[in-house]
Nanobody
Framework: QGQFVESGGDLVQPGGSLKLSCAAV????????VGWYRQSPGKERERIAG???????DYADSVKDRFTISRDNADEKVYLQMTNMKPEDTAVYYC??????????WGQGTQVTVSP
């Protein structure tokens, strides 16, 4: 069974930058929209950035102009470049298919903590 595998999470200071990676393992990748999600303690999982097969992007207001999503169809990976990070960006970050009804079982995610 295929899965998405996230990596790159770390402890970052406010105002700092971090890049997350996600590999699609044994999944159909290049024909589908994929995206990043995050979940903070006590909150529901939030959609934050998606990218279509051709590279069109979609961002939540909370991350617009700070985060950039990109994809590499040859390597079947999706990336999230985060800049000007804030404490409220602290969460476990996940990747998955983007369109409603297409998501699969969630992976382990990668922890991002923004703190002085």
């Amino acid at each position: 069974q295929g899965q998405f595998v996230e990596s790159g999470g770390d402890l970052v200071q406010p105002g700092g930058s971090l890049k997350l990676s996600c590999a699609a393992v044994d999944l159909v990748f290049r024909l589908y929209s994929v995206g990043w999600y995050r979940q903070s303690p006590g909150k529901e999982r939030e959609r934050i950035a998606g990218v279509g097969p051709g590279g069109d992007t979609d961002y939540a207001d909370s991350v617009k102009d700070r985060f950039t999503i990109s994809r590499d169809n040859a390597d079947e990976k999706v990336y999230l470049q985060m800049t000007n990070m804030k404490p409220e960006d602290t969460a476990v970050y996940y990747c998955n298919y983007w369109l409603p009804g297409e998501t699969i079982s969630w992976g382990q995610g990668t922890q991002v903590t923004v703190s002085p």
